[in-house]
């Protein structure tokens, strides 16, 4: 069992046809991702990549038993895709997208509320099984399978840790990044608790940023509820109150929501937090000694 | 991106919020001329003169040339050039500005709404923004109006309120009601108190706002409910369905610095410190000024190159670092993962010939897809660059920099 996506998962992908999709499909089919098909409205009946295109993904679900979507539309019409998939009954919908205007997003989540499914992202690198399913950006090659679960915020820190676990010796399950937007679909909390509850993660890297709260909750879950080691690295000490660093959700609002106010809640429940991001990998190879 | 009072009250007053009148002025002439229309327009005698800068606390903030406030009334038409020449040009300081102030370019000249009437003037709070938790947006309002709404927060919290809204349903007359009787209203302030909250929410919506925040509402002698002031943000990603709103961005209120790195499509904030640095992604390049700060430096800026680091956007890059005459040293720190690290390294070593004397030492420190020949391209350059390929070694070289 794993998280989220594995090899038997039935992925498409929207916006199929686009520059980013064929490139990024094209990478997905390379690493042994199942990729059954594509929607690009308007193409369908077309062939892509030696799969079918398909004009909805009504049809790709139809047609393929698709379960699970990655969508590379761009940002004006990401909300619609995001819609379109969860009305279809796709299972995992993982949204790489960046820049959707906020307003769509508080409507794609009252939108999704009651359908059967997990949105992952916007504006996320994706979620990846080591050597079972590449859904999502993240370079193939730095991975190994391995028993480390990791969720992120950011793309480039996520390969970071991801390499740091290779480096030495250990490994990841299923690498999650959940996306730096101000509404995302999977909070931090709840990718931790799908790592938790699998059988084949034994320690979970979490790593956040500046701004909300999602690592405080989710560090107060662990705290209750963690059965597995947690590293954790908050990025962000030194950046500068009220301005915005790239992701539109890392701004530092009151205290709280400070990168050294985050570690000092994280270490109270009993979380492994380093200050460097570069001691990543070394910490939970400590930590799992100790515990083993 | 933050609008000027006048600019957020002129999209207010379209979705039909009632505001405090006035008319904008870039000279004491102008003020004059905006006065006397004012006069014909609203009736008002006296007039509030307004430094319009992206920053709060402007009534009690001091221009640093001639010792006026931010925010003066002018009691009479003969009043106003000497308020409006007391603020235009100079430098404005508020607790909310550095030492230096920002030099204020125009004035708002507005109506008088504190005129006295049948009842006293009531000042309230009000702000729309997003509940990232619930990811719906909220109506925070308080009686506590024209004060500093951290303090209120901190010193009377049960005096805040909040109404989250349905994104779907929109708002509802219920939720405007609600608001209107919490803060203590009746008769026919009230009815407009109502009407007031829903077209700011429905303006807030319409434009795709971020941050709406008026602070004071007034219910005037008269029990009339007009915005005073108004602070609004808009979100960037939606400009694209309002052109005209994206026209008002002013780039004089913006870091000089920034605004150049913005048109070369890199995504840049100027800083204090005295070690640079160029990442690639905003995550990374966070976690890569810790690093700077835990080996003794200080970062000089927060600079995401995005995904495709070629030798042209590397160039703007480091052109933008060195124009920081405090920078002492550079750190690169890209992590390729679809973009190969040999072709950065290659473009790395194009942009500093290009730009020909580098004054300060260079740390790259490429990891990812082609890491081993980046750093063979970086030892055989022959030029004052030092490669790393983990965080760590870039960390010990940024050591060595500073001390």
């Given at each position: ?8 998962s ?9 520059g980013?999709?064929?490139?990024h499909a094209?990478?997905?089919i ?34 393929k ?7 590379f ?12 998939a ?11 997208t960046e ?5 769509d997003m ?5 939108f999704?509320?009651d ?10 690198p ?5 050597g079972e399913?590449k ?15 990791i ?15 290779s ?14 937007d101000?509404?995302?679909?999977t ?6 608790q ?6 084949e ?33 908050i990025?962000?000490?030194?950046a500068?109150k009220g ?7 890392a701004i530092?609002?009151g205290?709280a929501d400070?990168?050294a106010?985050?570690?000092a ?8 937090v380093?200050d ?13 000694s100790v515990?083993? | ?6 600019q957020?009250?002129?999209i207010?007053?379209?979705y039909?919020v ?7 002025a870039d ?5 004059v ?10 009736g ?13 606390g402007?009534?009690?903030g ?10 003066v ?12 020449a ?13 030492e230096k102030?920002?030099k ?5 000249i507005a109506?008088?709404v504190?005129?006295p ?11 729309v923004?997003l509940?990232r ?7 925070m ?16 919290p049960h ?6 809204i349905?994104?779907?349903?929109g708002?509802q ?10 803060l203590?209203?009746s008769?026919?302030?009230f009815k407009?108190?109502?009407?007031f909250v829903k ?8 434009c795709d706002?971020?941050m709406f ?11 009339k409910i007009?915005?005073?002031d ?5 979100d ?8 005209d709103?994206?026209?008002?961005r002013?780039k004089?209120?913006e870091?000089?610095?920034d605004v ?7 995504n ?6 005295n070690?640079g640095?160029?990442?690639n992604?905003?995550?990374l ?6 690093i700077?700060k835990?080996?003794g430096?200080e ?6 190159v995005?995904?495709t ?13 060195l124009?920081?005459?405090?920078v002492e ?10 973009v190969?690290?040999?072709r ?6 194009q942009a500093y010939?290009?730009?020909?004397n ?13 890491a081993?020949?980046a ?5 055989e350059?022959?030029?004052n660059?030092?490669?790393a390929?983990?965080l760590?070694?870039a ?8 001390s």
């Amino acid at each position: 069992m794993s998280v989220l996506v594995d090899k038997n998962s039935r992925v498409i992908v929207q916006g199929f046809t686009g520059g980013e999709g064929t490139f990024h499909a094209g990478q997905m089919i390379e690493y042994g991702t199942n990729v059954v098909g594509g929607v690009t409205p308007g193409k369908g009946g077309q062939n892509h990549l030696d799969r079918p295109v398909f004009n909805t993904v009504e049809e790709a679900v139809k047609e393929k038993g698709a379960d699970v979507s990655i969508i590379f539309v761009p940002p004006a019409f990401a909300a619609d895709a995001i819609m379109e998939a969860a009305s279809a009954g796709i299972k995992v919908i993982v949204c790489i997208t960046e820049g959707i205007p906020v307003r769509d997003m508080t409507v794609v989540k009252e939108f999704i509320a009651d359908k059967d499914c997990t949105l992952i992202g916007p504006n996320c690198p994706g979620v990846m099984t080591a050597g079972e399913a590449k859904v999502g950006i993240m370079p193939g090659f730095i991975f190994q399978k391995g028993r480390i679960g990791i969720v992120s915020k950011s793309g480039t820190l996520t390969y970071e840790a991801v390499d740091q676990i290779s480096k030495v010796g250990m490994g990841q399950s299923t690498a999650i990044g959940i996306g730096g937007d101000p509404i995302i679909g999977t909070t931090t909390k709840e990718a931790v608790q799908l790592l938790m509850a699998d059988d084949e993660t034994d320690g979970i890297i979490m790593i956040g940023e500046i701004g909300g709260n999602l690592e405080a909750d989710a560090g107060k879950w662990i705290k209750e509820h963690g059965t597995k080691p947690v590293v954790a690295f908050i990025a962000g000490e030194t950046a500068p109150k009220g301005r915005t660093m790239g992701h539109a959700g890392a701004i530092v609002g009151g205290e709280a929501d400070t990168a050294a106010a985050k570690k000092a809640i994280l270490r109270e429940c009993g979380i492994h937090v380093v200050d460097s991001p570069a001691e990543l990998g070394q910490k939970m190879q400590e930590v799992l000694s100790v515990s083993a | 991106m933050n609008l000027h009072e006048y600019q957020g009250k002129s999209i207010l007053k379209s979705y039909g919020v009632a505001i405090q009148e006035g008319i904008v002025a870039d000279t004491a002439a102008e003020a004059v001329e905006a006065a006397k229309k004012l006069n014909e327009q609203t009736g008002t005698e006296w007039f509030v003169v307004k430094a319009q800068i992206h920053a709060g606390g402007r009534g009690k903030g001091v221009v640093t040339e001639t010792g006026s406030h931010g925010v003066v009334l002018a009691k009479g038409l003969d009043k106003v050039e000497g308020c409006a020449a007391g603020i235009l040009g100079g430098h404005l300081v508020t607790a909310q500005t550095n030492e230096k102030g920002k030099k204020v370019n125009k004035v708002l000249i507005a109506q008088d709404v504190y005129y006295p009437g049948e009842s006293e003037p009531d000042e309230f709070y009000m702000s729309v923004l997003l509940n990232r938790e619930s990811g719906k947006n909220i109506i925070m309002y308080s009686t506590e109006g024209g004060m500093d709404i951290e303090t209120v927060a901190e010193e009377t919290p049960h005096l805040i309120f909040k109404e989250e809204i349905d994104p779907r349903a929109g708002i509802q007359g219920f939720q405007c009601r609600k608001i209107a009787f919490n803060l203590g209203l009746s008769g026919q302030a009230f009815k407009q108190m109502s009407k007031f909250v829903k077209s700011l929410y429905e303006a807030y919506v319409g434009c795709d706002a971020s941050m709406f925040e008026i602070n004071p509402v007034l219910k005037t002698s008269d029990n009339k409910i007009i915005a005073v002031d108004s602070k609004v943000s808009l979100d960037e990603n939606a400009l694209y369905r309002h052109p005209d709103y994206a026209e008002m961005r002013d780039k004089t209120e913006e870091d000089p610095m920034d605004v150049e790195a913005g048109e070369a499509g890199l995504n840049f904030v100027n800083l204090d410190g005295n070690i640079g640095c160029m990442v690639n992604g905003a995550g990374l390049a966070m976690a890569t000024m810790d690093i700077i700060k835990f080996s003794g430096g200080e970062p000089a800026n927060f600079l995401d190159v995005g995904g495709t680091a070629d030798a042209e956007r590397v160039e703007k890059a480091f052109n933008l670092i060195l124009k920081d005459p405090a920078v002492e040293g550079i750190l690169v720190n890209i992590f390729g993962g679809i973009v190969r690290c040999d072709r950065v390294a290659n473009g790395i070593v194009q942009a500093y010939k290009s730009i020909g004397n580098v004054p300060v030492p260079i740390i790259v420190r490429l990891q990812g897809t082609n890491a081993v020949e980046a750093k063979k391209v970086i030892d055989e350059s022959g030029l004052n660059v030092h490669s790393a390929i983990t965080l760590q070694e870039a960390a010990d070289k940024v050591k060595e920099i500073v001390s």
